[in-house]
């Protein structure tokens, strides 16, 4: 923002609130919604950092905080939270927690100078990793903090462990009785369009942690309002929970719709169509395929050296699945692209089927994918195996699907599984909702 803008901001911040948000029609017993002044006249989205910004970072000023984020945690100007703080000497940024995949990405220069520290060069603050290390913030960690910052971007599929992450936080914050305030993002896969199932009793796990639709709809301000109001927490604790909501942003909007910077979420170098993708296309690390780990296209193929892909296009056109194409091609995994883990088929020379993006306001990538995976079952039942351990079922929430692969069904009735839960998860969802 210019400082035009940042004098009108500041002006409609003392003088008139006006959130415009659906939600203030329910009141809620754990948890407050920051009032947000109306932005409309600006026309641009701004995140819950943006606006937390140009409140001049009022709530966070003499208070030693910790931090639950990740490198996706910038503003409109791609600025980090982290940088921004540092400008502001009243904030005591007195620890880092880290979630999967570590603070930073693997080729961001900071990861490369923090080396084994492990504390942040920026405000040397140790860097506390909640996910590999420990299950919850320690408690040398809890008693020393007035409050704990939460702000990163979510996938908009229930598959990364980040939320998961953040209940163990919560927990923690209800124990140590600690404020938790949330930065909200937009969702990057829209807001208006719920699919997949939702998780079963004996299902659960960090990939399908909460009571979520494999894509859920929502931002992750709303997901925080949901557990929390919710006690979807072991034994229901609740916390005192602040969220600073998203400014313009409406439920019918993709995320290159914002003209907000980009920040993966998952350590790959992916677009928003291939995060589209992800949405099924995470499913088949559940399988003994080869989702594009390797090459520059991950999430866009499925491959495997044994796979016949002509009958396969032929049987997979034969649905006319809706906004997405499909071409046969060849390649050749290579390196470590993926967390420094290997990828499946290394060095081998795979077959594989590219699906195309032609719309994706038609595009289903959850029919799509299963309908791929049930069909390569039938068409390799020699080759293709599902991972020991059950873990699609885990991923998918259910043993539904690979019932439903065992009993030979055709790939037309999938999408019958989990519409009741759609249906219920959208009427459920209603009061959680903060935009319309």
Not at 291 to 314: H, K, N, Q, R, V
Request: charged fraction near 20%; charge should be neutral; glycine fraction near 6%.
């Amino acid at each position: 923002m210019n400082n035009f803008v940042n004098i009108v901001f500041l002006c409609i911040i003392s003088s008139n609130f006006a959130s415009g948000q659906s939600s203030l029609k329910y009141s809620y017993d754990y948890s407050t919604i920051v009032p947000v002044p109306d932005l409309s006249f600006l026309n641009k989205v701004y995140t819950g950092l943006d606006i937390l910004e140009q409140m001049d970072f009022s709530s966070l000023k003499d208070k030693n905080i910790a931090i639950l984020t990740n490198s996706t945690a910038v503003n409109r100007n791609s600025e980090h939270l982290l940088d921004i703080l540092k400008r502001n000497s009243s904030i005591n940024v007195s620890y880092l927690l880290a979630m999967e995949h570590g603070l930073w990405n693997t080729d961001d220069k900071r990861a490369k100078m923090m080396g084994r520290d492990n504390v942040d060069p920026v405000h040397n603050a140790p860097i506390i990793d909640i996910f590999n290390k420990y299950v919850y913030p320690p408690h040398w960690v809890m008693d020393k903090i007035d409050l704990v910052l939460v702000d990163f971007q979510i996938t908009g599929s229930r598959y990364p462990t980040y939320l998961a992450t953040m209940s163990k936080l919560f927990e923690s914050a209800s124990e140590f009785d600690v404020p938790v305030l949330v930065l909200d993002r937009p969702n990057p896969l829209r807001g208006d369009i719920i699919d997949g199932p939702i998780p079963r009793t004996g299902y659960q796990s960090y990939e399908a942690y909460h009571l979520l639709p494999i894509r859920h709809g929502l931002t992750l301000g709303e997901v925080s309002l949901m557990i929390n109001e919710m006690g979807w927490t072991k034994d229901s604790k609740r916390i005192k929970l602040s969220i600073i909501p998203v400014a313009n942003w409406s439920r019918d909007m993709w995320y290159d719709e914002t003209d907000l910077p980009w920040k993966t979420p998952i350590p790959l170098k992916i677009n928003h169509k291939s995060l589209l993708l992800y949405c099924g296309m995470d499913l088949l690390r559940g399988t003994n395929l080869n989702m594009g780990f390797g090459t520059d296209m991950p999430y866009s193929i499925i491959g495997a050296p044994w796979l016949e892909t002509s009958f396969l296009l032929e049987k997979i056109n034969e649905l006319s699945l809706p906004g997405v194409a499909f071409k046969a091609l060849k390649y050749r995994p290579l390196g470590t692209i993926y967390q420094n883990r290997v990828p499946r088929y290394d060095g081998q020379s795979c077959s594989g089927i590219q699906l195309i993006l032609k719309d994706r306001n038609l595009f289903n990538p959850l029919l799509t994918v299963t309908s791929l995976m049930l069909l390569i079952e039938q068409l390799h039942p020699r080759h293709f195996r599902w991972e020991d351990g059950n873990y699609v079922d885990k991923l998918f929430g259910s043993n539904e699907l690979t019932l439903f692969a065992a009993q030979k069904k055709s790939p037309i009735d999938l999408a019958a599984i989990w519409a009741m839960d759609v249906y219920k998860f959208s009427e459920f969802r209603k009061p959680f909702l903060l935009y319309k």
